[in-house]
């Protein structure tokens, strides 16, 4: 059971969720022979103001 976990600053649309989604399990499809049904993909969207680079907040 493939489970991938995708962190990004700020929000996403539906759409781009799914999209995320899709190509993360075609991926692992394509790459390490593991079926779609059987790929967990989480999608965490961090306030901008949570996420840091260096010394440097980005909200």
Known sequence: MPYINVK???PLT????Q????????TLLKVA???KEHTYVVIDEVKRE???VGDKLLG
């Open 19 to 26: 999209q995320i989604a899709d190509q993360m399990s075609e």
């Open 50 to 52: 949570n996420w840091g």
């Open 33 to 35: 022979n593991k079926p």
């Open 8 to 10: 990004v600053a700020g």
């Open 14 to 17: 539906k759409k781009q969720k």
